[in-house]
Nanobody, 124 residues
Framework: QVQLVESGGGLVQAGGSLRLSCAAS????????MGWFRQAPGKEREFVAA????????YYADFVKGRFTISRDNAKSTVYLQMNSLKPEDTAVYYC?????????????????WGQGTQVTVSS
């Protein structure tokens, strides 16, 4: 399995931006499709975005389309989530995850490795 460590979370005002990073180690990063999920208090963990092994394919939940951008740098073994126009409802713990399946998977069960999460809080 691959080990994942997220960073970049914090407190931001509504309308602001944050960039999350997820550094991977342990296995060849480019062999994994990568995803971001989030979990708000009292809610299920939900899919946010995913990127294919090469970075050429990206997938988004409807509620972040046009605001969030996922990308990856295979040379740095890192995946990013650029979050713009943040809303209070984006407040959650954000998790990075790795999948050995081909690109396009959006369910938790398809991702076998997870980071510890990073807190994002958006104030109104």
């Amino acid at each position: 399995q691959v080990q994942l460590v997220e960073s970049g979370g914090g407190l931001v005002q509504a309308g602001g931006s944050l960039r999350l990073s997820c550094a991977a180690s342990g296995r060849t990063f480019s062999r994994y499709a990568m995803g971001w999920f989030r979990q708000a208090p009292g809610k299920e963990r939900e899919f946010v975005a995913a990127v294919s092994r090469s970075g050429g394919g990206t997938y988004y939940a409807d509620f972040v389309k046009g605001r969030f951008t996922i990308s990856r740098d295979n040379a740095k073994s890192t995946v990013y989530l650029q979050m713009n126009s943040l809303k209070p409802e984006d407040t959650a713990v954000y998790y990075c995850a790795a999948s050995q399946w081909p690109a396009g998977r959006t369910t938790k069960a398809d991702f076998g490795s997870w980071g510890q999460g990073t807190q994002v809080t958006v104030s109104s």
